[in-house]
């Protein structure tokens, strides 16, 4: 079993929901997006996604291409991320997700990315763009090395689609709450529960949902029908606006926490 499915095994033997804060590599630097995965794990974090800055990350909002943005005029790279997780685990065994789109990955080259992000002590990949019609060798050489494939899902998905995604993932199935790209908003639709609903008509593995989710009432809402929720937007939006902060690390660990604390 990976760990993030013992993650989930854990999450479900004590009864709560868990919780999946994702940043951006490099953004605002390398060294500090280390000491932010560590700040992260100690903060609550139950599983963090690592995003890989792309150049045309379609599916983000403004907040995440922004923070793509910054991260790419540092020069940061995949292997930059992968280097940086393979800090962080060294001080920290939460499981740690690669986030990216399927660009990078590609030209990284395939079998290079299954054996250094399984070096580099990652437990999964997540690629926002791969079909799972032409994800059956990528997810094969994954699992060759341990590493989870996790795919995303939408209310729009179909249900034969939704089937066949269930087929090839693994560790999770993350789904998108809303159509559209990533972003915090005010309020959650019902989209999300109909969508994780229909997921457990077609499989049994845990199901995070994510896009939108800013507040610790909307985790809680999330976790009466998921068993993960998501938080992007809302942490790299913090990031953002306490950039040039010194203690901007401490700053984003006493927002993580307040996501998490209970009325």
Known sequence: MSRIR???????????????????AGDP???????????LAAAGADIIELGVPFSDPVADGEVIQRASERALRNGVTLRDALSC?????????VPIVLFSYFNPLLQFGGKRLASDAKRAGAEAVLVTDLIPEEAHAWTE???????DSIF?????????????????ASGF????????????RDEMTDDAETLVRR?????????????????????????RFADAAVVGSAIV??????????????????FARSLLATK
């Open 29 to 39: 630097d390398l060294a500090t997006t280390e000491l932010l995965l560590v700040e």
């Open 6 to 24: 013992e993650k989930f095994g854990e999450l479900k033997r004590s009864g709560r929901g868990g919780f999946i804060p994702f940043i951006t």
């Open 199 to 223: 997921l457990r008509m077609v499989c049994d593995l845990p199901v995070a949902v994510g896009f939108g989710i800013s507040t610790a009432e909307q985790l809680r809402q999330v976790w």
């Open 85 to 93: 997780i393979a800090r962080a685990k060294q001080q920290i065994a």
């Open 237 to 254: 939006s913090e990031i953002e606006r306490l950039k040039t902060a010194p203690d901007l690390v401490r700053r984003i660990g006493k």
């Open 141 to 147: 050489m994954l699992q060759e090395h341990g590493l």
């Open 173 to 184: 199935i993350y789904a998108v709450s809303r159509a559209g790209v990533t972003g915090a």
């Open 152 to 168: 995303l899902v939408a209310p729009t998905t179909s249900d034969e689609r939704l089937a066949r995604i269930a087929q090839q």
